[in-house]
C-alpha cells in the first residue's frame, strides 16, 4: 500500500543549528502535504499545510521564518528548523494526501533533539 | 469543526485482562478518515489502523479489534488479553477530506499500563 516516509527518524543537533526533516510519498503523489508537532505529554498540533508549488499555510502561533516549508514536488515535502534551540526539541510527523485518490496517510515521524 | 476525544485519560490494567479505548468524534464531512496510533515510551508513532467513514466493518487483527459506530460517532480499539508491551499511549485522529482537505486533528491520547 502507500507508504510516507520521514527522514531523518532521529536527529540531534546543536542549538544555533538548523535542521531538515524530509517526507517523502513514496509510490503516490501529494499534492497537499501536512506538518504536525507533538509537545511534551500532548497530543499532535497541525503546524502548517504544505502546498506543491505555492507557500506553506501555517497555523495561527507557528512561527515561518523558524518552521520553513517547501514542498518542491508532487513527493517530497521539508521541514527546516531554522536556527533550533533546545525548546524546539519535539516530535515533527507529516502527512500526506494523494492526488489522485484522496487518500491520507502518515509518516512515521522524527524526533529531534537540540542539545 | 472536527474534533477528537478520548475520554480516558489513563487506563490502567493488569496483564492478561481486555482493555477497550473509547474515541468519540465530531465532524459534518461525509469524507473522512479514523486512526489510531501507539506511542511506546521510545517516543514514535506506530500506525495501527486507518479507516474510511464508508467502510463500517469492524476489523480485528490479532490482538486488536476496532469498532467503527456512525451513528454514535465512536471509534472504539480493544485489545484483548494485554500484555506489558502494549502499555503506551494511545492517539485516535480524524481527518476531513472535503471540508479541511485532510487536515488532521489528534484526541490527547489515552495512556494505557499494563501490569505484570
Known amino acids: 500500500g502507500a507508504v510516507v516516509s520521514q527522514h531523518p527518524s532521529r536527529v540531534i543537533c546543536k542549538s544555533g543549528t538548523s535542521v531538515k526533516i524530509e517526507c517523502r510519498s513514496l509510490?503516490?503523489?501529494?499534492?497537499?502535504m501536512f506538518w504536525y508537532r507533538q509537545f511534551p505529554k500532548k497530543s499532535l498540533m497541525l503546524m502548517a499545510t504544505?502546498?506543491?508549488?505555492?507557500?506553506?499555510?501555517?497555523e495561527q502561533g507557528v512561527e515561518k521564518d523558524k518552521f520553513l516549508i517547501n514542498h518542491a514536488s508532487l513527493t517530497l515535502s521539508t521541514l527546516t528548523v531554522t536556527s533550533a534551540h533546545p525548546e524546539d526539541s519535539s516530535f515533527y510527523i507529516c502527512?500526506?494526501?494523494?492526488?489522485?485518490?484522496?487518500?491520507?496517510?502518515f509518516g512515521e515521524g522524527s524526533r529531534l533533539t537540540v542539545l | 469543526a472536527q474534533k477528537v476525544t478520548q475520554a480516558q485519560t489513563e487506563i490502567s490494567v493488569v496483564e492478561k485482562e481486555d482493555v477497550t479505548l473509547d474515541c468519540v468524534y465530531e465532524?459534518?464531512?461525509?469524507?473522512?478518515?479514523l486512526f489510531w496510533y501507539k506511542q511506546p515510551p521510545s517516543g514514535e508513532l506506530v500506525f495501527l489502523i486507518r479507516?474510511?467513514?464508508?467502510?463500517?466493518q469492524n476489523e480485528i487483527s490479532g490482538r486488536y479489534s476496532w469498532n467503527f459506530q456512525k451513528s454514535t460517532s465512536s471509534f472504539n480499539f480493544t485489545i484483548t488479553a494485554s500484555q506489558v508491551v502494549d502499555s503506551a499511549v494511545y492517539f485516535c485522529?480524524?481527518?476531513?477530506?472535503?471540508?479541511?482537505?485532510?487536515?488532521?486533528?489528534f484526541g490527547d491520547g489515552t495512556t494505557l499500563t499494563v501490569k505484570p
Open positions: 502527512s500526506a494526501r494523494g492526488t489522485r485518490t484522496g487518500e491520507l496517510f
Open positions: 509510490d503516490f503523489q501529494a499534492t497537499t
Open positions: 504544505s502546498n506543491e508549488g505555492s507557500k506553506a499555510t501555517y
Open positions: 465532524t459534518r464531512d461525509t469524507t473522512y478518515y
Open positions: 479507516r474510511n467513514s464508508f467502510d463500517e
Open positions: 485522529a480524524l481527518s476531513e477530506v472535503a471540508t479541511n482537505a485532510g487536515k488532521s486533528t
